[in-house]
Nanobody
Framework: QVQLVESGGGLVQAGGSLRLSCAASGRTFSSYHMGWFRQAPGKEREFVAGITYTAVTTYASDVKGRFTISRDNAKNTAYLQMNSLKPEDTAVYYC????????????WGQGTQVTVSS
């Protein structure tokens, strides 16, 4: 497993922006597909965005055009730029890495809280 630590969450007003960072410890970071997920209280964790080691990206439909996932392999870091934030974006955001054998996301950060006020 790769060790992941998220940062950058906070409280913002609707329409504002935040940039989340995910620092990875493994020297093989560049080989991992990375993803961002979020979980609101009382709800299931949901996929937000993903990026391959070659920087091919995918997005959930409700964040496409507002969020941008990126990575800097030299810094072992993934990012989630969140613009035009809405109250429904409020959740704990988690960074994850996909297992190279099972192809499932099984390495998770501790999460960072994002709260968007109306």
């Amino acid at each position: 497993q790769v060790q992941l630590v998220e940062s950058g969450g906070g409280l913002v007003q609707a329409g504002g922006s935040l940039r989340l960072s995910c620092a990875a410890s493994g020297r093989t970071f560049s080989s991992y597909h990375m993803g961002w997920f979020r979980q609101a209280p009382g709800k299931e964790r949901e996929f937000v965005a993903g990026i391959t080691y070659t920087a091919v990206t995918t997005y959930a439909s409700d964040v496409k055009g507002r969020f941008t996932i990126s990575r800097d392999n030299a810094k072992n870091t993934a990012y989630l730029q969140m613009n035009s934030l809405k109250p429904e974006d409020t959740a704990v955001y988690y960074c994850a890495a996909r297992n190279l054998v099972t192809l499932k996301y099984d390495s998770w950060g501790q999460g960072t809280q994002v709260t968007v006020s109306s």
